[in-house]
């Protein structure tokens, strides 16, 4: 055991020693998590809006001051006519018109070029002028028909903020990419010095220098978790609903997983950069373009849908969505527990094989 917490010393002075590695490591979760919450984001907020109106109604000219008072539009001009309005948001100098016509009710005409953001506004709106967002919208069947009371809740997330969504893919990119990619760094450089075959003929066993090289980036990695919980708890304002003890024991097996899957790479990489190469082709896009990160899965084509059920990344999020915005208990996760623990194992299986394999 001696000689096991030798080895944990020695890899943690070689982390310690490299300051801008360090540096870069714990100032990339800071960085994203600011991006994300503050400049990459995707609340509604200043929508440039047009009124398209010939008379000012008592109702229209109310439904207009509850957009102007709001803090997510900003009300440019009015004009007389659709054409107007649409001529101002072709030449990009408005989002979206509202067109109140006398007797006929309302309708939006908003830029369509980016549909999400379309989709958003037009809700938003919609909501506004019913008043707030938790009163109720009426609709008429027909014209003799009793009205229809519809209430609006929106669960977990009633201020519709982006960075309920982005902390936990945060979590699942910057989790796996530091894990996989600096333990298959750290391996491959042992590798490429010519120190590799120096520490398996020392007394340790090879497992135990494998194991040992490993600890050093779990602790990083709780550290780099730590922060990112902290940051979106006081800095970003998002809740942690569920059982931290839970959070933190869904989040340390997906680091044991991104360790595996860091061996793995170091047993096909010969160099650094071409593990480091290895790590951003294999990790980076899959886990940015397939995990739910930005994309829901249920909307991508099936054959894509197919290949991210093999992402790690994709169940770590959904797991972390769940625990800590919804705070449902750890049953309701046990789906995405298992297939993490299942992966974990297969790679952790082949990795060490492969390993001893290619040493021996």
Same mark, same amino acid.
């Given at each position: 055991m001696k000689? &096991?917490?030798a080895f944990v010393i020695k890899e943690t002075k070689h982390i310690l020693r490299d300051k801008r590695t360090m540096l870069i490591l714990f100032g990339m979760p800071v960085v994203m998590m600011l991006l994300f919450g503050f400049a990459i984001t995707t609340d509604v907020k200043n929508v440039r809006t047009v009124v398209v109106t010939s008379e000012m109604s008592p109702r229209t000219q109310q439904a207009v #001051?509850?957009?102007? $008072? /709001?803090?997510?539009?900003?009300?440019?001009?009015?004009?007389?006519? !659709?054409? #107007?309005?649409?001529?101002?948001?072709?030449? $990009?100098?408005?989002?979206?018109?509202?067109? &109140?016509? $006398?007797?006929?009710g309302m309708q939006i005409m908003v830029d369509g070029s980016d549909p999400n953001m379309a989709q958003q506004w037009t809700t938003y709106a919609l909501q506004t002028i019913a008043a707030d967002r938790s009163a109720?919208?009426?609709?008429?069947?027909?014209?003799?028909?009793?009205?229809?009371?519809?209430?609006?809740?929106?669960?977990?997330?009633?201020?519709?903020? /982006?960075?309920?969504?982005?902390?936990?893919?945060?979590?699942?990119?910057l989790l796996m990419l530091i894990c996989a990619m600096m333990t298959s760094i750290s391996i491959v450089r042992e590798k490429e010095k010519g120190t590799m075959e120096v520490l398996l003929v020392s007394p340790v066993r090879p497992l135990m220098v494998i194991i040992a090289k490993a600890v050093p980036y779990l602790i990083l990695a709780f550290g780099i978790l730590i922060t990112i919980l902290l940051?979106?708890?006081?800095?970003?304002?998002?809740?942690?609903?569920? /059982?931290?003890?839970?959070?933190?024991? +869904?989040?340390?097996?997906y680091i044991l997983l991104a360790l595996s899957l860091g061996l793995?790479?170091?047993?096909?990489?010969?160099? $650094?950069? +071409?593990?480091?190469?290895? /790590?951003?082709?294999?990790?980076?896009? !899959? +886990?940015?373009?397939?995990?739910?990160?930005? &994309?829901p899965v249920e909307s991508m084509p099936t054959i894509l849908q197919w290949i991210s059920a093999i992402v790690p990344p994709r169940y770590y999020i959904q797991a972390m969505r769940k625990l800590m915005i919804m705070g449902v208990g750890i049953g309701e996760v046990a789906h995405e527990v298992a297939v993490l623990a299942v992966m974990t194992v297969v790679l952790l299986a082949i990795a060490l094989k492969k390993f001893n394999v290619r040493l021996e």
């Amino acid at each position: 055991m001696k000689q &096991f917490i030798a080895f944990v010393i020695k890899e943690t002075k070689h982390i310690l020693r490299d300051k801008r590695t360090m540096l870069i490591l714990f100032g990339m979760p800071v960085v994203m998590m600011l991006l994300f919450g503050f400049a990459i984001t995707t609340d509604v907020k200043n929508v440039r809006t047009v009124v398209v109106t010939s008379e000012m109604s008592p109702r229209t000219q109310q439904a207009v #001051e509850r957009l102007a $008072q /709001s803090e997510y539009f900003i009300i440019t001009q009015t004009v007389n006519t !659709p054409r #107007e309005a649409e001529q101002l948001i072709r030449s $990009q100098k408005a989002d979206m018109a509202l067109v &109140f016509v $006398q007797n006929r009710g309302m309708q939006i005409m908003v830029d369509g070029s980016d549909p999400n953001m379309a989709q958003q506004w037009t809700t938003y709106a919609l909501q506004t002028i019913a008043a707030d967002r938790s009163a109720p919208a009426t609709l008429y069947a027909a014209k003799n028909d009793s009205p229809i009371t519809i209430h609006t809740s929106l669960l977990y997330n009633p201020q519709m903020k /982006s960075a309920y969504n982005f902390v936990p893919a945060i979590m699942g990119m910057l989790l796996m990419l530091i894990c996989a990619m600096m333990t298959s760094i750290s391996i491959v450089r042992e590798k490429e010095k010519g120190t590799m075959e120096v520490l398996l003929v020392s007394p340790v066993r090879p497992l135990m220098v494998i194991i040992a090289k490993a600890v050093p980036y779990l602790i990083l990695a709780f550290g780099i978790l730590i922060t990112i919980l902290l940051m979106a708890r006081f800095v970003l304002g998002v809740p942690l609903a569920g /059982s931290l003890f839970w959070i933190l024991a +869904v989040s340390t097996l997906y680091i044991l997983l991104a360790l595996s899957l860091g061996l793995l790479i170091s047993n096909v990489a010969q160099t $650094q950069l +071409v593990a480091l190469l290895l /790590s951003a082709m294999v990790l980076l896009m !899959p +886990v940015v373009m397939l995990s739910g990160m930005l &994309f829901p899965v249920e909307s991508m084509p099936t054959i894509l849908q197919w290949i991210s059920a093999i992402v790690p990344p994709r169940y770590y999020i959904q797991a972390m969505r769940k625990l800590m915005i919804m705070g449902v208990g750890i049953g309701e996760v046990a789906h995405e527990v298992a297939v993490l623990a299942v992966m974990t194992v297969v790679l952790l299986a082949i990795a060490l094989k492969k390993f001893n394999v290619r040493l021996e």
